[in-house]
């Protein structure tokens, strides 16, 4: 029988719908405003394309808008200068550092720069550390997004086999531990596991961000397994996955389609790690 396909596209709708009326109680309750940075720096397409629809988003949902464009040869004082005067500006709620960096900056340095309050993508040194320690904090937006599809579906995470295909600190990293705090039994796989088949096929959940096309195939899923796609690969044919959709889904139960999928999740939580870091400041 064929999978289910999970419609990240719209309960990210719904999460949005949801946040537009929570903004607006936040603004009236505590008659601050809320605000997001969104800084570029460089003439990145891709990036472009992603910044601009952060920027959309963010507007319907009532945060404001307080883009901030550097120059592709900005040095590394430059944009630390524009992230400090951001995270001083309380109007500014969120500071969200577009990667990737031009190659001559030290992304790591320029993303600690962001208060942990204001770090949206969840992505400092601090954030990373609260998150192992299961302090408050924002976690990074596309591993909340994973967890905010699975438990929308009903997918029991306690004492679940969920395997995890990438370490990043973008995505695996933080998604092991959000998992594990959802009391599942959690296995990382990466570039040097030797026969990645045989840890997914004991997987009640596998989920995969690799960033490697059509990595996973029917025959690392086993039958009834909930299948979460993160990585997005363009080709001729348009966007697809790290998984072979049309495979895997005659031997999942549930699956993430590409586009449509973790993408669409990765914004709403974005949106609402800023409402979030709002609270937090207030
Ligand atoms: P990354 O390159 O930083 O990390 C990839 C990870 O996969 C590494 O830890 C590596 O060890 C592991 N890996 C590589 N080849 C492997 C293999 N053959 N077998 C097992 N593991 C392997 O990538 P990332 O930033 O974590 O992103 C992963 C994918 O997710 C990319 O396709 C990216 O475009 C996508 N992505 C999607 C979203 C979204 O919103 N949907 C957000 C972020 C990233």
Same mark, same amino acid.
């Given at each position: 029988?064929?999978?289910?396909?999970?419609?990240? !596209?719209?309960?990210?709708?719904?999460?949005?719908?949801?946040?537009?009326?929570?903004?607006?109680?936040?603004?009236?309750?505590?008659?601050?405003?809320?605000?997001? @940075?969104?800084?570029?720096?460089?003439?990145?397409?891709?990036?472009?394309?992603? @910044?601009?629809?952060?920027?959309r988003l963010s507007k319907q949902a009532?945060? #404001?808008?307080?883009?901030?464009?550097?120059?592709?040869?900005?040095t590394q004082e430059q944009v630390a200068?524009?992230?400090?005067?951001?995270? +001083?500006?309380?109007?500014?709620?969120?500071? $969200?550092?577009? $990667?990737? /960096?031009?190659?001559?900056?030290?992304?790591?340095?320029?993303?600690?720069?962001?208060?942990?309050?204001?770090?949206?993508?969840?992505?400092?040194?601090?954030?990373?550390?609260?998150?192992?320690?299961?302090?408050?904090?924002?976690?990074?937006?596309?591993?909340?997004?994973?967890?905010?599809?699975?438990?929308?579906?009903?997918?029991?995470?306690?004492?679940?086999?969920?395997?995890?295909?990438?370490?990043?600190?973008? %995505?695996?990293?933080?998604?092991? =531990?959000?998992?594990? =705090?959802?009391?599942?039994?959690?296995?990382?796989?990466?570039? !040097?596991? !030797?026969?990645?088949?045989?840890?997914?096929?004991?997987?009640?959940?596998?989920?995969?961000? @690799?960033?490697?096309?059509? $990595?996973?195939?029917? #025959?690392?899923?086993?039958?009834?397994?909930?299948?979460?796609?993160?990585?997005?690969?363009?080709?001729?044919?348009?966007?697809?996955?790290? %998984?072979?959709?049309? +495979?895997?889904?005659?031997?999942?139960?549930?699956?993430?389609?590409?586009?449509?999928? %973790?993408?669409?999740?990765?914004? @709403?939580?974005?949106?609402?790690?800023? /409402?979030?870091?709002?609270? /937090?400041?207030?």
């Amino acid at each position: 029988m064929a999978a289910h396909i999970i419609d990240g !596209k719209a309960l990210a709708t719904r999460l949005r719908e949801q946040l537009r009326t929570d903004v607006e109680q936040f603004k009236q309750s505590t008659g601050r405003p809320i605000g997001l @940075a969104t800084v570029l720096v460089g003439d990145n397409p891709a990036s472009e394309v992603y @910044a601009d629809s952060k920027r959309r988003l963010s507007k319907q949902a009532g945060i #404001e808008d307080h883009h901030r464009r550097l120059p592709k040869d900005a040095t590394q004082e430059q944009v630390a200068h524009a992230l400090d005067e951001l995270a +001083a500006n309380p109007a500014v709620s969120g500071i $969200l550092l577009q $990667l990737p /960096l031009p190659a001559h900056l030290d992304a790591t340095a320029l993303i600690d720069r962001i208060p942990w309050e204001k770090d949206v993508d969840g992505l400092t040194t601090i954030s990373a550390g609260r998150l192992a320690r299961n302090v408050e904090g924002l976690r990074p937006c596309t591993p909340l997004g994973v967890i905010s599809l699975l438990e929308n579906e009903g997918v029991q995470l306690q004492g679940a086999n969920v395997v995890v295909i990438g370490r990043s600190d973008l %995505v695996g990293k933080p998604l092991a =531990q959000l998992l594990l =705090q959802k009391n599942a039994t959690v296995t990382v796989a990466h570039s !040097k596991t !030797k026969d990645l088949a045989a840890a997914t096929l004991q997987a009640q959940v596998v989920i995969a961000a @690799a960033g490697v096309l059509h $990595l996973i195939g029917a #025959e690392h899923i086993s039958a009834g397994a909930v299948v979460i796609d993160v990585g997005i690969h363009r080709t001729e044919d348009g966007l697809t996955g790290d %998984v072979d959709f049309s +495979a895997a889904s005659t031997v999942a139960s549930k699956i993430t389609p590409v586009p449509g999928g %973790v993408g669409p999740m990765t914004i @709403a939580e974005l949106l609402r790690n800023t /409402l979030k870091a709002a609270q /937090l400041q207030s």
